[in-house]
């Protein structure tokens, strides 16, 4: 009988920044990292995460922008303060694209989070990175 | 309508909000607060879809009101509208659909605006102006009355020929790189090939042409809606010639074929096509002549053929036509004037003597 419940999926509705999608949803993820801070705590918590069905990790961004491009994940996670990712070119890029995909950056500053509201990013996490507040980017607050 | 409650404790910047969104016909104003305990109150009475919220407010602080009226309106998005720049994190957290910084600078602001706009589904009017894409003679697009639109680099403008070259398909990024980037190393080809197809984007979002009008998919392919390209209107009537030669569609394509394809650019990519396009505009030339000499407008068949003649001199078919009307014509000395002219080319540009058939035609005037 629990099991039975477990299985059939909720719909409720998630905002998702400037596009929305139903819960319960399957998901990609796409990381644009060379191995940051954090960087296994996201890919141990995305793995807790059932909706989620895949998560790439890129490191070169030309590459990251081209399986972006043909893919079309729903979410992207971007490394900021790499000296290798221009990651608010990349956001803008990832923007222009596709206005749907939902764009997280990660970073050790605060330096950067109104240039990413300005990009239009759907989140910025500040490390060290916490469970709770990366959870959060999958409900509305 | 979309319902907006404001909220700062100076009055100034609440009158300059006011006044910035006045010209947002889609937005009602239900409520203006200083003082965001009194704003909190009122809120839920008001139902507002947006909060535009200041952040530092002696009463309370932005982010904790933010707070407050989020647990009681949900479904609300908060905007803060602020001076401090410190804060953008926890807006975040949030999710706040923006930060904007006072002073408020316009453009930045309609970019507010539009995902405000988008969120709330209401979209953009459409410009009820049309599209204009014109492939013949020089490349040029824009919005029909107004300056063509100008592109970043000659490298975008390329780019943006060729995916219209191939519009509606899909092309493969190696096909693209060897196109537009022979030679140079596929990185540094790969990465400007991103950054051309940005500006495109960007380009096009700056001129207010949306997706569904001109836009590129994954895969490259450029799709368009309702645009009016002319090369797609000159096949288009090709086609239709097949069955039914009619005078009305060849002057159509005559209309149409205001220079050759993408005329004056080197892009090699566009070579073959330029050479089909422009031997289906002699043919159909060919038969619009025909088509009048049936007729007995001679007049309008030489025409016709002159002005085809100019694109296209080789063209044995046309000086084959245009020396027949004049045999019936009679008109000896434009026969002569021309037959002179077409040995003159075909002497100097390919070294050959007119052909057979024509050489026949003319011997048959004189």
Redesign the interface.
């Known amino acids: 009988m629990g099991d039975a419940i477990c299985k059939i999926k909720i719909i409720t509705r998630f905002e998702f920044g400037q596009g929305y999608f139903t819960g319960g949803e399957i998901i990609k993820v796409y990381i644009l990292d060379t191995g940051g801070p954090g960087l296994d705590k996201m890919l141990a918590w995305l793995s807790e995460n059932n909706s989620i069905k895949e998560v790439s990790v890129i490191k070169s961004p030309d590459t990251f922008l081209e399986r972006v491009e043909r893919e079309r994940p729903e979410m992207v996670i971007i490394r900021l303060g790499n000296s290798d990712i221009p990651g608010l070119k990349i956001g803008r890029m990832v923007k222009a694209m596709d206005q749907e995909i939902s764009i997280v950056f990660v970073s050790d500053e605060r330096d950067y989070a109104l240039d990413a509201y300005e990009v239009g990013a759907y989140g910025y996490l500040l490390c060290p990175l916490e469970r709770n507040r990366f959870n959060n980017l999958f409900n509305r607050g | 309508m979309i319902r907006a409650v404001l909220i700062d404790d100076e009055r100034p910047a609440l009158r300059g909000l006011e006044y910035l969104l006045k010209e947002y016909s889609d937005i009602e104003i239900s409520g203006m607060f200083t003082n965001p305990l009194e704003a909190i109150e009122k809120i839920a009475g008001i139902k507002p879809q947006i909060v535009f919220l200041d952040i530092n407010m002696p009463q309370l602080q932005g982010i904790d009101a933010a707070s407050k009226i989020?647990d009681l309106c949900?479904d609300t998005d908060i905007i803060f509208v602020t001076a401090y720049?410190?804060y953008?994190?926890e807006?975040?957290?949030?999710?706040a659909l923006?930060?904007?910084?006072k002073p408020i600078a316009k453009e930045?602001f309609e970019?507010t605006l539009q995902?405000l706009t988008?969120?709330n589904g209401i979209n953009q009017p459409s410009p009820g102006k049309k599209l204009d894409i014109k492939c013949f003679g020089r490349f040029q697009a824009g919005w029909d009355g107004e300056e063509p639109i100008k592109w970043r680099t000659e490298k975008t403008r390329e780019l943006f020929a060729f995916l219209l070259h191939h519009q509606g398909r899909e092309i493969s990024?190696d096909e693209i790189l060897d196109k537009l980037w022979p030679g140079i190393e596929v990185?540094k080809a790969?990465?400007q090939l991103?950054n051309g197809?940005?500006y495109i984007?960007?380009t096009l979002?700056e001129y207010g042409i949306e997706r569904s009008l001109a836009g590129i998919s994954?895969?490259?392919c450029l799709r368009l809606g309702a645009v009016v390209l002319d090369v797609s209107l000159f096949r288009e009537h090709l086609t239709g010639l097949k069955n039914n030669p009619e005078i009305k569609v060849l002057e159509a394509i005559d209309g149409l074929y205001t220079g050759e394809y993408l005329e004056g650019t080197d892009w090699p990519w566009a070579d073959l096509e330029r050479e089909q396009l422009s031997r289906h505009y002699s043919g159909a030339m060919v038969s619009l002549s025909k088509a009048y000499i049936e007729k007995k407008e001679f007049d309008r068949a030489e025409e016709h053929l002159l002005k085809a003649f100019k694109r296209n001199p080789y063209e044995e078919g046309i000086t084959n036509l245009l020396l027949n009307i004049y045999r019936i014509t009679g008109d000896k000395n434009k026969a002569v004037r021309h037959f002179m002219e077409y040995t003159k080319i075909l002497k100097e540009e390919l070294g050959i003597k007119p052909g057979e058939s024509i050489q026949r035609i003319y011997n048959a005037i004189n």
């Open positions: 989020l949900p720049d410190q953008a994190i807006a975040f957290e949030l999710h923006d930060y904007v910084l930045r970019k995902r988008k969120k990024r990185e790969v990465h991103h197809i940005y984007r960007k979002e994954g895969n490259y």
